[in-house]
């Protein structure tokens, strides 16, 4: 399928996609549902993740990588749990089940898919530091980790359905030096955040996830003063990566929004000491997606 300039055309065939696509698996709806309740306990999570044994498996490799560091190994959920806590895990229960979601054998959507995880493990350790640094709770600052971990869903799922065209997008955008999301919806019909935002409710993902994949680029409309900083953090955190990930020629394509510079207020120094941050990540990221 050649890519089209009429945006509309091409849609259709992103809303079939949609439609056709798989299910979050039963075990990471029932961990979502379980830790949006008051009274979720360790045993109710322990015994959901050990009901599909595949996702536990991959849980602990992620827990047992590099990226983690722990101390000693950690052989079961309960201890994965215990050490972590139950939002850390349900966290990367999430990102698992979307790794599982959009899959490919094409060695080069693969490739494209590494190459995307760096980037967003990146941007989650930056946007986890901004939420530090803007004094956002420890709550918080663990939803800033999973909600800059799972930002660009709907690039991947462009990426992965859709190769070819959302690589002519990609390369138009950078030749001509215009906004990521500007050429997407020429192109597709759509933009990323739109969609991601899509795949979300669709997943039956946490409402504040919801809102900061859809509004990331934008931060448009009313917004609570705490979430407008977080959707902020994920904003900034997602810009840095992005240089780290195609160079300072990605300024023009993923340019920042003014909104929020002007509430994060970050100076040159800050930025280069963030970059720093996300390229440990990064490395951090490689040995662990290997694993995946």
């Not at 898919?113 to 640094?133: D, E, I, T």
């Not at 799922?157 to 955008?173: G, I, K, M, R």
């Not at 680029?217 to 609570?224: A, K, N, T």
């Not at 003063?225 to 810009?239: G, K, N």
């Amino acid at each position: 399928m050649a890519l089209r300039k009429e945006g509309k055309s091409l849609k259709k065939y992103v809303d079939k996609a949609m439609v056709d696509l798989p299910a979050m698996p039963a075990v990471v709806v029932q961990v979502i549902e379980a830790t949006e309740k008051e009274t979720v306990s360790t045993a109710m999570i322990e015994s959901h993740l050990n009901s599909d044994p595949a996702i536990a498996a991959k849980l602990l490799k992620v827990v047992n990588s590099a990226y983690f560091g722990l101390p000693r190994q950690v052989v079961n959920t309960g201890q994965a749990i215990a050490i972590l806590g139950i939002q850390q895990v349900r966290n990367l229960v999430m990102s698992v089940g979307v790794i599982n979601a959009l899959t490919s054998a094409n060695p080069k959507i693969q490739e494209a898919q590494f190459q995307f995880w760096r980037h967003s493990f990146g941007s989650a350790s930056c946007a986890q530091a901004l939420a530090v640094r803007s004094r956002l709770d420890r709550k918080q600052q663990e939803l800033a980790f999973i909600c800059a971990l799972l930002h660009d869903i709907g690039r991947l799922f462009l990426l992965t359905a859709f190769f070819p065209q959302y690589q002519n997008v990609l390369t138009e955008a950078l030749r001509r030096g215009s906004p990521l999301t500007e050429m997407e919806n020429k192109a597709m019909g759509i933009g990323h955040d739109e969609l991601g935002g899509a795949l979300a409710e669709k997943w039956n993902f946490p409402e504040q996830l919801i809102q900061v994949v859809k509004l990331h680029e934008s931060l448009e409309g009313p917004i609570e003063a705490d979430m407008l900083t977080l959707i902020s953090c994920v904003h900034a955190a997602d810009r840095i990566s992005s240089t780290e990930w195609l160079g300072d020629e990605s300024a023009r394509v993923w340019p920042w929004n003014p909104r929020a510079e002007s509430i994060l207020g970050l100076e040159p120094e800050e930025i280069e000491s963030l970059r720093q941050t996300t390229r440990d990540s990064v490395e951090k990221a490689a040995q662990l997606l290997g694993s995946l």
